[in-house]
């Protein structure tokens, strides 16, 4: 049983008179433990899909289902819970708060699954160790390069132990060297941690070398679903 | 996440703006401090007047009871003469309460206890206040002592000005009289009959202020008397100087007239021959007092309503003089029925809380009473109302403040979308986000609040200082505000409580935050 499913998903998006269809019929599981890329042209709905896996959206027709699960009956309380517990995400942008240190900034990810006070910081310590930015720690985003706050966003996310990494061109703002360390740590903590990631990118080489399987996009429908 | 985390992100988003924050809050201030001073000025009047003014003059223990009124009189004297009239003078004697001198009648006897049967003549109700009524009021349990006011104007001559002054009549013995428990100098008279007068500090400055006219510049008008400037000792002194003066009192001849020269049997003739002068030509008599004692008169706020009289003399002279000084109505009323007893009477009770029983007990004597307790609860609500529309005045402040703090809110979160977005993808919910903004507002609100009830208090201070030096100008310092502590924490409260209503629609939009929206501008 996949860990999660897509079942004929599709979602519009309403832009006044006119409806823009991201993703229509779309069917795709991911297996625990897999390392799955979503590839596709700008616009073909990837985003769309990894934010509806991240619990972050609902589609119109269609369920996502984890661990076999529907998403679909939650109430936004329970959702809000998937997104703090199963799932981890990491953005292109890194997304972090720009006024609080990288410390704080994981330990607000740990606040929020209610992580004792006294707790917290040697956690975010742990894990930001584990993303090798001990030395980093009391540094705002503003004084880390792209990589450092990827990695920074990659602790964030792994903070309280998600089943799964989804992430959505994590190497679109880094130059080809950072994007390469940074493809190497996701695919070394894949098999430590047997952690299951599912990537969106837009780079095919970097699909292939990694991935072990390609989930094509067009259009907002699957046009392939093999490695 | 906890409430700490949320007090943490909370003041953290202050601490970020805050300048914004400060502007916020002085706001929130500015609308508190005017709650403060407004309802501290409120109940600092209700203080003044009913704790200090009413409390310090013992108006809780007395017992005001109005005679009948020469209408009522008649009346009474027609059904005693013509039973089969009651019906018909019961309703005109009930129709005409309304023009009596009382006014404001509390203690009328409810109507359904004057049913004929029970009451076969109900008009006996209205009974002559006279000296066996009073007497019977004096046995009610509870009842220190009950006595006839006499108070009448006249003529008076003292340190060789001549006035119009309001004369009372008082019992020699201290007891029956607190008023007369502490003297400035001298003391209370020697006898009810005594040829003597006490008189007030106040009067003697007056007359004081007459003879210099610098002083009568700092003389006030309105309802702040002015107290003593002078030292304590100055004050002794003063009035222990007065002790054992001459005031003269003046009357018509007592042979002037179609009067007749006895009233229940009192000779008008007033005095013993050696005491008794005559005016030029014998058109007025005089009749000397001496002082015998001097009453402090105390500074504060004062009513019309309870003007005191500034000299009194013995109860048995009063009632002479009182009989001498009727006004025509009063001869015309007698001419109509004879003796009509006395207008009013004073009972005092032992303490406050038996005021309403012996009233009850007074009805039942048939006549009409007015207590203060009657009416304070009256002033009550007349304080809780301009309370009320004080509070208003500052609640609308603060409620121009608490746009402040929406819009301070709904700037901040513009600033925070994309913060926001951040949180709920790592797993915050919309009870979360919301949490974090109400917490902002009501610790502007706290802030607000707390700031102020501190502003608020240094301008009564400030307030108050001013009027006591340039409105009230002498006197002891009169406490005008009052700040208790309901006051204190119920103004905080308000202002928290106003800034959670300001800050619910800013909340629920950030609550409605759409992450993927947030997240995906960059
Ligand atoms: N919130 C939205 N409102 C309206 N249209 C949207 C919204 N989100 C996505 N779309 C539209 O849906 C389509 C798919 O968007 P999506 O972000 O999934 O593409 P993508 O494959 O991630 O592209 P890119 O590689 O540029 O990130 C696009 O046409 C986009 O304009
Ligand atoms: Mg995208």
Redesign the interface.
Known sequence: MPILEARSVTREYHMGAETVRALSDVSAGIERGEFVAIIGTSGSGKSTLLNLFGGLDRPNEGEILFDGKSLAPLSSREMARYRLRRVGMIFQSFNLIPTMTAQQNVTLALAFAGVARRDRRTRADELLARVGLETRALHRPSELSGGEQQRVAIARALANEPDILLADEPTGNLDSRRATELMDFLNEMRRRDRRTIVMVTHDQELAHNYADRIIRLKDGRVIDGDA | ??L??ILALAL?NLR?AKLRTALTVIGVVIGVAAIITMVSFGIGLQQNIISNAFAKLDLFTVITVFGANTDELIALDDTMNNPSNVPSNNADASSNNADDDSGDDPSDPPQGESSPAASPTPDLRRRRLDDAAIAEMAAINGVRYALPVLMFQSYVRYEGRTERQRIGGALASVDYNPRFKNFLAGGSFTNDDAREVIVTENFLDRVAARRNPARRARRNQGPFSPAPVKSDEQRAEDAASAIGREITLLTLPSAAGPEPTSVFGIPLGLLEAGDQESGPDGRYETHVFRIRGVLPSDGGVNFDQFARTDLYIPVEQARRFRQANRDPLELMSEALIGDAGYQRAEVRVMDPTVVRDVQREITKLGFRSFSLTNQIDEIRYIFFVVNGGLALLGGIALLVASFGIANTMIMSILERT??I????????????IMRIFFFEASLIGLLGGAFGVLAGWGTDRLANFLVNRYVVKQGPYIEFFSIPWYLWLGAIAFAVLISLAAAVYPALRAARVD??RA?RH?
């Open positions: 996440m906890n700490t985390d953290r970020q994309r913060e977005g951040i949180m709920k993808a790592i797993g915050g919910s919309d009870g979360e992450p993927i997240l960059d």
